[in-house]
């Protein structure tokens, strides 16, 4: 299936509409397209073509939204799916980019690709778990913060989209979401996009954390029109960092057996009020999933073109968001968890006083061995001029380990970024990362489940110690695969180790900026 010619040179030259909607601040929507396997190019592409009539008609839609491996680990390419949905709608995508079982040169020779095609707009993430990892090495994950930064700096006009999750309901899980922010604001993000979430005073405890620290980045929400049908398989095949609560759950079930004929509208009836309080709240944005037919995007916009009518403050909104959560019968839907954590509470959470102990005999350690003082003299002596793979290497490496294996889980990256991780190894997430957590944990728990995400430690480490701002404003470099299993002091001592950079907080607001630390 292929565009004319003359149709395609059009859409080269098509202005960048969300770029456009965010310098105007026009709120503005984007449709995500989900593609996977045979579908790419024969059932998706039919529906889009259908809903290029649409857009032509409905100037708050700005463009699609193209997945990378959301369905399986070998979904298609999402720049190839980038160039077929600008070559069918006209209107340049945002294309999401994760970086699970990919290395920085993966991500640099897929700039190149968008330079080449002329793509704008990349959305990027450290990626959920991958769904069939190797079983023949570990994989390792690009994180979000070095990527962006790369980027930015290889393409320093493309506009770059970063993920919050913001329903999260510990504190420390939450607070590693908002400090993880202020990194992927300075090291350049232009907008943030929101996981999908049904808790409002959430949307609003992100809109209240960008605002006392001054991130002046729009934000963009997830929404989803969730079914009972959607739910029943997101619970079934969780959705990374969704929350659906067996009280949302239980009203979605009863509407559709009480009133299977009405289900859907009730449904859409919400999406409507959602992305209208969004709107309120002053969220520049949103990204529609689970959107398949032109006739629901059209019933979308009627609902919400109507409910604004009979919504035109907060209160009359809340009314009738209680009512949407509601069935005749008593049914009501909470979509918050038990005890939740919001930023407005008091109680806190401190660190194990072990931790708070090995934090600092090893800053004590770090500083005597490898910074200051007689013994980082000799030692800097005896290993600066040991290189890499050679057989003094390998030697020092197993030496190195043998010491830091039992003390941090070390895993011999070549890199070692201890000292700025709070003493907290990275390697000992199963993503291996270092500038804070990923959207996928539950309840503090890692989205592997089988451990406690290390970046709720290392906060309550960092909140004990008085350096939360380390976790706001550090920017730790990525492992370089070549470098991997080769011992980390000899580089150290020649001054190659991890070069950190700190977030300037005074240009926050779009292009971000760095000082080296």
């Known amino acids: 299936m292929s565009a004319p010619k003359d149709f395609m040179a059009a859409a080269l030259d098509r202005p960048n509409r969300i770029a456009q909607s965010l310098r105007a601040g026009r709120f503005f929507w984007t449709i995500e397209f989900v593609a996977s396997g045979a579908h790419v190019l024969h059932d998706d592409l039919v529906i889009i073509d259908a809903f290029v009539r649409e857009l032509a008609r409905r100037p708050q839609v700005a463009g699609f939204s193209v997945t990378d491996r959301v369905h399986s680990d070998q979904d298609p390419d999402p720049v190839m799916m980038a160039l077929h949905v600008r070559d069918h709608s006209g209107s340049e995508p945002l294309i999401h980019w994760a970086g699970k079982d990919r290395e920085l040169e993966d991500l640099y020779a897929t700039l190149e690709r968008m330079q080449g095609h002329r793509l704008e707009n990349l959305l990027l993430l450290s990626g959920d778990k991958l769904k069939d990892p190797p079983a023949d090495r570990r994989p390792h994950y690009l994180e979000s913060v070095p990527a962006i930064r790369a ?7 493309l506009i770059i989209a970063v993920a919050l999750n913001p329903f999260k309901y510990r504190e420390e899980e939450a607070m590693a979401q908002y400090l993880k922010l202020g990194k992927k604001v300075a090291a350049g993000a232009d907008f943030i996009v929101t996981q999908i979430g049904f808790d409002t005073n959430k949307y609003e405890e992100a809109l209240f954390w960008m605002d006392t620290r001054a991130y002046r980045v729009p934000m963009v929400a997830n929404v989803m029109a969730l079914s009972a049908r959607r739910a029943r398989y997101i619970r079934r095949n969780p959705l990374a960092g969704v929350t659906i609560t067996d009280s949302y759950h239980r009203l979605l079930e009863e509407e559709e057996r009480l009133m299977p004929e009405r289900a859907q509208a009730r449904v859409t009836r919400r999406l409507a009020l959602q992305i209208l309080g969004l709107r309120m709240l002053g ?11 032109l006739e629901t995007l059209v019933t979308l916009v009627h609902q919400i073109d109507y409910l604004a009518d009979r919504c035109p403050d907060r209160m009359s909104w809340n009314k009738a968001w209680a009512e949407a959560l509601s069935l005749s019968n008593g049914v009501r839907a909470d979509p918050v968890p038990e005890a939740p954590w919001y930023m407005v509470d008091r109680h806190a959470r401190h660190a194990p006083r072990r931790d708070l102990i090995k934090y600092v005999v090893m800053k004590k350690a ?18 600066r ?13 197993r030496f190195e380990w043998m010491i830091k294996a039992p003390l941090f889980g070390c895993e011999s990256c070549g890199l070692c970024r201890l000292a700025a991780t709070q003493y907290v190894c990275p390697e000992t997430c199963p993503k291996g990362l270092a500038n804070g957590a990923c959207g996928g944990t539950h309840m503090n728990r890692c989205e592997f489940e089988d451990r406690e995400c290390i970046h709720s430690r290392k906060y309550r480490i960092a909140k004990d110690a008085g350096i939360l701002e380390q976790l706001e404003r550090w920017l730790i470099p990525a492992v370089p695969k070549a470098i ?15 070069a950190i950079e700190v ?12 000082e080296k630390a």
């Open 366 to 383: 770090h500083r005597v061995l490898f910074e200051k003082g007689v013994a980082a003299r000799f030692l800097g002596r005896l290993v």
């Open 385 to 397: 001029g040991i290189r890499r793979q050679s057989w003094a290497d390998r030697w020092l490496e």
């Open 283 to 293: 969220y520049s944005g949103v990204q529609l999933t689970a959107i398949h037919s």
């Open 151 to 157: 980027a930015r700096q290889a393409m320093p006009d």
């Open 484 to 498: 991997r299993h080769t011992s980390s002091w000899p580089p150290h001592f020649r001054g190659e180790g991890p």
């Open 503 to 514: 977030g300037d907080m005074s240009v926050y607001g779009g292009r971000g900026g760095t």
